[in-house]
C-alpha cells in the first residue's frame, strides 16, 4: 500500500481474507471492493480481488488487477508471482516466465515462483531450466512434494528414467498418496519394459483416486503394450467413465479398436477425439488410418483399402492446410502401415502420404534443427547413426540389422544407436558392446533430436519404417546428409527425406525400381547377413497324425493372407487328399487367427470340403518349441500376398520344403529371394496353377518316408547358405560411401 490504511479498512480487509481463504468466494470479493471504493489504491485488495478473479477463470480481469497492484507497489514477489499464474492461463508463457523472474529477483528463495516457473519452462520444451527451476525449489523446500513429482515428469521427458524413478519415489515419499505420481511412475515403469509393476503403479493410483480418468488410460497404454487388447479397451472405457470429454483416452480407445480388427468403432472413436478436440492431429492422423483393414474378411474389403485411404488422404491434406502448424508434432503417432498387407501397388498413395507428412514435420521441427546447426567437424570414419525401436530379438533384429551391427568395417564407421523402444534382452546388451555409443528411449522426440544434434551423424540409417512411431518422426526430417531405408517393412517408404532403399539382388525383380520413391540400391544375394542363433529344438505336443495325412505349416501373420487366395489353399487340399493345414498364432492379434480360420472355413465348405478335418490352430510357440513344431510338419506354405522371409529362414534350417508364390512387390518375394541363395529353386512358383502343383507334389513326396528323409537333410546342409553373407555387408558399406 502507497500510505498506511485505516484501522477501519485493515479490519475490513482481514475479514475478507478470513472469507478468501475459507471459500467463500463472493463475501470477499464484496469485501474487497467495499476497500477499494474507499481507496482505490489499496494494493493488496487490488491483488487479492486479482488472485480471486483468476481462481474463477477470469483471467483478463485478473491480470488487470494484478497489474494495477503493482503499479501501486511493484517490489512484492506475490504480486508478480499470481500475475504470472493468470499469463498463464491465458496461454501467454513467455509474459509469465517474465513475472516468475521478477519475482524471483526480488526474492530468489520464492518457492513458488521457482515451481511455476519450471511448469512454464516445461511447457515450452525447456527441460533443462525446468529440471533447475524444481531443484532450486527443492534446494528451499526438500519435501515439496508436487516439485518432486514434476522433476520426475521433467526428467522422464528427457529420458532420464532412473532419475525420474527416484525422483517419484521421493515425492511419495512425503506424499504417499499421490495418485498422480503413482501413475507417472508407472509410465516410466512401462518406458523401461517393467510391465506388470507398471500395471501395479496405476492400480495404486485408482486405490487412492478411483475416478482418476488418466489412470485409467494410462493403464490401458501398459495393457496393450503387453498384448491384452481387451483389458486395455475396457480401461478406456473406464476413464472415459469419469471423463467423456477425455480426447486422448478416444484416440487411444481407437488404437485398440483397430487393433481388436474393428475399423469402423475405432473410426468413431478418432472422430469424437477430434470433435473433442478439433486441433489434434493425432486424432485426425487416427481418423486417416483407421479403415485401412488389419484383416481382410472379404475380397471386396482387401480391393477398397487403397480406395479408402486415398479419400482419407485427401481429406487429411485438406485439414492440414486449413490448420497449418497442427499436424507436424504428431508424425508417426499413425501410420498406414497395414496398407503395405494389401496386395496392391501403393508406391503413388505412400508417396502423396510422404510429402504431406514430411512438409509438416519439417515446418514443426526446423526450429529446433536449424538451432542445432548443422557443421559437422571432420571425421576420420564415417558416422552412422542407426534408428529402431526391435534392437532386440525380433525379426527386423535378427534378420536386417545384427549382420551390419556385428561386421560393418570399424576401421570406417563409427556406430551409433538409437534404440527408441523400451524393451531389451541379452541381444540389446549384446549390441551395446559392439558399437562406440547407444542411446536407449523411450524418449521425446525434442530429446530424440538433441541425441541427433549431438551426434551429427552422416548417415541415419533406418532398418525398417513404420513399425515404429519415433523412427517415422525421425525419418520424416532430414537430419543427415545421406538417409537410408532397409526391408524391414518391405515396401517403399513414400518419404522424400529418405535417399537410399537397400534390398537385395535376390528378392527385387526385373523393373522393381518403379516400385521405390528411394533410389533402390540392390545389396547381393537377399541383401541381409544373418546367423541363426542356436535352437534346441523342443519336441511338440501334439496330435497323433492320421495315417498318410499331409501336414501343411502356414505360419504368417494371419492379417498377411489375403482372401483371394483362401481358395489355393482348398484346391491343395481337394489335390492332395488326406491333409491338415496348421495355423500357428502370433503372439499379438491373436484374434485374426480365429478371423482366418473363419474365413477358410468358409472357402473349405465351398468347395466341399470338410472345414474341421483340415484347419488347425496351433497356439502361439516359444522360438525351440517353434523349432518342435517345424519338425512335426511335412510341406510349409508360404503366404503369397506377404511372403514371410523370418519363418522361411527359420524352417530351412529345419530342413522343411518351402512352396512359395512369386509376386511383383519385394514383399511377396521375401520367401523366393531365401530359396535363390540356398539354390533350392524347385519350391518357387511363377503362377497360382503351379503354386497348388509344386504343394501337392511336396505332400505326396513327404508320403514317401524314404524320400523324405534324405529331403530334409539337403535343404538343411542348403540352408547354412542363406547364412553369413558378409558381401551385403561390404556392399552396404559402399553404396555409403559412393553416395556420400
Known amino acids: 500500500m502507497g500510505q498506511e490504511a485505516s484501522p477501519a479498512i485493515q479490519q475490513v480487509f482481514a475479514a475478507a481474507m478470513g472469507h478468501h481463504q475459507a471459500g467463500r468466494l463472493n463475501e470477499a470479493e464484496r469485501l474487497y471492493l467495499q476497500i477499494l471504493q474507499t481507496d482505490p489504491r489499496h494494493a493488496d485488495a487490488l491483488h487479492f480481488l486479482g488472485v480471486l478473479a483468476h481462481q474463477t477463470g477470469h483471467n483478463d480481469k485478473a491480470v488487470d488487477l494484478i497489474g494495477r497492484a503493482i503499479a501501486q507497489n511493484g517490489r512484492v514477489p506475490a504480486f508478480h508471482n499470481n500475475l504470472g499464474n493468470a499469463l498463464k492461463a491465458q496461454g501467454k508463457l513467455q509474459a509469465a516466465a517474465s513475472s516468475y523472474a521478477e519475482a524471483l529477483a526480488h526474492k530468489p528463495d520464492h518457492v513458488g515462483a521457482l515451481f511455476n516457473l519450471g511448469l512454464v519452462l516445461q511447457t515450452q520444451g525447456q527441460l533443462e531450466k525446468a529440471a533447475a527451476c524444481y531443484r532450486r525449489a527443492l534446494s528451499h523446500k526438500p519435501d515439496y512434494a508436487e516439485a518432486h513429482g514434476n522433476l520426475g515428469n521433467t526428467l522422464q521427458a528427457q529420458g532420464k528414467l532412473e532419475e525420474a524413478v527416484a ?48 489412470a485409467h488410460n494410462n493403464l490401458g497404454l501398459v495393457l496393450l503394450e503387453q498384448g491384452d487388447v481387451d483389458a486395455a479397451v475396457a480401461s478406456y472405457r473406464q476413464a472415459l467413465t469419469h471423463k467423456p470429454a477425455y480426447a486422448e483416452a478416444h484416440i487411444n480407445l481407437g488404437n485398440a479398436l483397430r487393433e481388436q480388427g474393428r475399423p469402423a468403432e475405432a473410426a468413431a472413436s478418432y472422430r469424437r477425439a477430434h470433435i473433442l478436440d478439433p486441433n489434434n492431429a493425432e486424432a485426425r492422423l487416427g481418423v486417416a488410418t483407421a479403415l485401412i483393414p488389419v484383416f481382410a474378411d472379404t475380397v471386396a474389403d482387401s480391393i477398397a483399402a487403397t480406395e479408402e485411404f486415398a479419400r482419407s488422404l485427401e481429406e487429411l491434406t485438406a485439414w492440414s492446410s486449413a490448420n497449418p502448424g497442427k499436424l507436424g508434432k504428431s508424425v508417426g503417432v499413425s501410420q498406414p502401415f497395414y496398407l503395405a498387407y494389401r496386395p496392391a501397388d501403393v508406391t503413388a498413395l505412400l508417396s502423396r502420404y510422404g510429402d504431406l507428412i514430411c512438409g509438416e514435420a519439417a515446418a514443426h521441427w526446423q526450429p529446433q534443427i536449424a538451432q542445432s546447426g548443422t557443421v559437422r567437424a571432420p571425421r576420420e570414419r564415417i558416422r552412422i547413426a542407426v534408428v529402431s525401436g526391435h534392437m532386440r530379438q525380433h525379426p527386423v533384429w535378427d534378420v536386417v540389422l545384427r549382420g551390419i551391427v556385428a561386421h560393418l568395417d570399424r576401421q570406417r564407421f563409427d556406430v551409433v544407436l538409437y534404440h527408441t523402444g523400451s524393451m531389451t534382452d541379452q541381444e540389446t546388451t549384446w549390441a551395446k558392446g559392439r558399437v562406440d555409443r547407444f542411446v536407449q528411449g523411450p524418449r521425446s522426440m525434442r530429446a530424440w533430436l538433441d541425441e541427433v544434434a549431438r551426434d551429427r551423424p552422416d548417415v541415419m540409417f533406418y532398418p525398417e519404417v513404420g513399425m515404429d512411431p519415433a523412427t517415422c518422426a525421425l525419418a520424416a526430417l532430414r537430419l543427415a546428409p545421406l538417409q537410408v531405408a532397409g526391408w524391414g517393412h518391405p515396401v517403399t517408404t513414400g518419404l522424400p527425406s529418405i535417399d537410399l532403399f537397400v534390398s537385395g539382388e535376390l528378392l527385387e525383380g526385373t523393373g522393381a525400381e518403379r516400385h521405390y520413391r528411394e533410389r533402390l540400391i540392390r545389396l547381393p544375394g537377399t541383401g541381409v547377413c544373418t546367423d541363426l542363433a542356436p535352437v534346441q529344438s523342443l519336441p511338440w505336443d501334439n496330435p497323433a497324425r492320421q495315417g498318410n495325412c499331409v501336414r501343411f505349416a502356414l505360419c504368417q501373420q494371419p492379417i498377411k493372407f489375403d482372401p483371394a487366395d483362401d481358395v489355393l489353399l482348398t484346391r491343395i487340399a481337394r489335390a492332395v487328399g488326406p491333409s491338415e493345414f496348421w495355423l500357428a498364432a502370433p503372439k499379438k492379434l491373436h484374434w485374426a487367427t480365429a478371423r482366418l480360420r473363419n474365413r477358410l472355413a468358409a472357402a473349405f465348405r465351398a468347395a466341399g470340403l470338410d472345414a474341421d478335418a483340415h484347419l488347425r490352430v496351433v497356439p502361439w510357440l516359444s522360438r525351440d518349441h517353434f523349432a518342435g513344431f517345424l519338425d512335426e510338419m511335412d510341406v510349409f506354405l508360404d503366404c503369397p500376398a506377404f511372403s514371410g522371409y523370418t519363418t522361411a529362414w527359420q524352417a530351412v534350417h529345419r530342413g522343411n520344403s518351402i512352396v512359395t508364390l512369386e509376386g511383383e512387390f519385394l514383399r511377396q518375394r521375401l520367401a523366393a529371394g531365401l530359396l535363390r541363395q540356398i539354390g533350392m529353386t524347385d519350391g518357387i512358383a511363377s503362377s497360382a496353377d503351379q503354386y497348388v502343383q509344386i504343394a501337392a507334389l511336396r505332400a505326396q513326396e513327404s508320403r514317401d518316408r524314404g524320400q523324405q528323409a534324405p529331403r530334409r537333410e539337403s535343404i538343411r546342409r542348403a540352408a547354412t547358405r542363406a547364412d553369413g553373407n558378409r558381401a551385403a555387408v561390404r556392399a552396404f558399406e559402399q553404396a555409403l560411401i559412393d553416395a556420400l
Request: glycine content about 6%; charged content about 20%.
Open 167 to 214: 525422483s517419484y519415489g521421493l515425492a511419495l515419499r512425503y506424499r504417499p498418496n499421490y495418485a498422480e505420481v503413482h501413475s507417472n511412475l508407472g509410465n516410466v515403469l512401462m518406458a523401461q519394459g517393467k510391465h506388470s509393476e507398471a500395471v501395479a503403479c496405476h492400480a495404486r493410483a485408482l486405490t487412492h483416486k478411483p475416478d482418476y480418468a488418466e
